[in-house]
């Protein structure tokens, strides 16, 4: 008797248990919001550039565990598009991520899986920095549409994607995505530009390494990007 009661107590804690989906996202929402508290309490590019990479660590781990959850792939995704200057405020500073939406009889169709989120003011993605990544790696959607839609039309976005088992879509062993602190401004054609020679951010800068495994490490020393 004592026994039975054991493994129905046993069966009542395994099924009322965290999976380990529920606990990626959960961890994922742990770091961006203690990214924007981090945010919030300290000055300076150094500590921007600190919640900046924290928080692109939240945004891989979501997407990471949207693509298992969802069984199918998942994208992080990074605003880049030159043309729409009114929005200068998201050029290589806003983030999301997308699944591909295996409801739907069309391929590469994808959703929206967050409303996205903007990295600090004045911290960007430099895809020149970030090795072993193509920026052929574009797409374009109205992000963050929730309803499936069909790549080809919208605003276009870099990404890192991610397979429906949480491995990373890469030729390369690792892929790297850096962050750096840079000035917005027209270049000569009068284009929104992201400037990073600035002598003052030159060492403001660090990255993240995606394994092909799918974890993920951080890089904090400038010297080491």
């Known amino acids: 008797m004592i026994k039975k009661l054991q493994n129905i107590k046993l069966r009542r804690t395994c099924s009322s248990a965290?999976?380990?989906?529920?606990?990626?996202v959960v961890i994922s929402i742990i770091l961006i919001a203690?990214?924007?508290?981090?945010?919030?309490?300290?000055?300076?590019?150094g500590a921007a550039l600190s919640s900046s990479q924290r928080i692109v660590s939240g945004v891989a781990q979501g997407a990471r565990g949207q693509a298992i959850l969802k069984n199918s792939k998942a994208r992080l995704i990074i605003y880049t598009d030159a043309a729409a200057n009114e929005d200068d405020e998201k050029k290589l500073r806003f983030f999301g991520i997308?699944?591909?939406d295996n409801e739907t009889p069309a391929p590469n169709d994808y959703k929206a899986a967050t409303q996205g989120t903007y990295l600090p003011e004045?911290?960007?993605?430099?895809?020149?920095?970030?090795?072993?990544?193509?920026?052929?790696?574009?797409?374009k959607l109205n992000y963050p549409r929730k309803t499936a839609q069909t790549v080809g039309t919208g605003d276009e976005f870099y990404y890192y994607e991610f397979n429906s088992n949480g491995t990373m879509v890469t030729e390369f062993a690792n892929s790297w995505l850096a962050l750096q602190a840079g000035t917005l401004k027209p270049n000569t054609s009068g284009t929104?530009?992201?400037?990073?020679?600035?002598?003052?951010?030159e060492g403001l800068k660090a990255?993240?390494?995606?394994?092909k495994v799918g974890t993920t490490?951080?890089?904090k020393n400038p010297e080491d990007i």
């Open 98 to 100: 997308v699944y591909e």
């Open 207 to 211: 990255a993240l390494i995606f394994r």
């Open 122 to 139: 004045g911290i960007y993605f430099n895809e020149q920095l970030s090795k072993d990544w193509s920026n052929s790696n574009t797409m």
């Open 18 to 24: 965290f999976t380990l989906i529920e606990l990626l």
């Open 217 to 219: 490490t951080l890089v």
């Open 34 to 45: 203690s990214s924007v508290i981090f945010i919030g309490g300290s000055g300076g590019a």
């Open 192 to 201: 929104l530009e992201v400037f990073f020679d600035e002598e003052e951010n």
